[in-house]
Nanobody, 130 residues
Framework: QVQLVESGGRLVQAGYSLTLSCAAS????????MGWFRQAPGKEREFVAA????????TYADSVAGRFTISRDNVKNMIYLQMNNLRPEDTAVYYC???????????????????????WGRGTQVSVFS
């Protein structure tokens, strides 16, 4: 079992940057691939980014590619989402998710599915105003 706690969300102006953090604890968090998802009011939860257990491979949603960067520190059991050039449409609750696998990310499709992930945090609110 892995426990996930997100932090770092806040209200920011469009164009600004923000870094979200996800603290993982429990059973060997480094054996888990991690993902970030987000959910805006009235919309389904959508994929943002994913990173393999080692950090050697990543994948991103088209809407954030080039602006967001996912990373991890397996010594500190932390996962990060650096978000640059934020837009009002990035406003959402951001969730950290984990799945126990040592696979590299080659085909992006499986990693975008919420059902692939076994553990979820409670989310952190990001609000971007223009």
């Amino acid at each position: 079992q892995v426990q996930l706690v997100e932090s770092g969300g806040r209200l920011v102006q469009a164009g600004y940057s923000l870094t979200l953090s996800c603290a993982a604890s429990g059973r060997t968090p480094s054996n888990y691939a991690m993902g970030w998802f987000r959910q805006a009011p009235g919309k389904e939860r959508e994929f943002v980014a994913a990173i393999s257990w080692s950090g050697s491979s990543t994948t991103y949603a088209d809407s954030v590619a080039g602006r967001f960067t996912i990373s991890r520190d397996n010594v500190k059991n932390m996962i990060y989402l650096q978000m640059n050039n934020l837009r009002p449409e990035d406003t959402a609750v951001y969730y950290c998710a984990a799945v126990r696998t040592l696979q590299r990310i080659t085909d992006a499709s499986p990693w975008t599915q919420t059902a692939r992930y076994e553990h979820w945090g409670r989310g952190t609110q990001v609000s971007v105003f223009s």
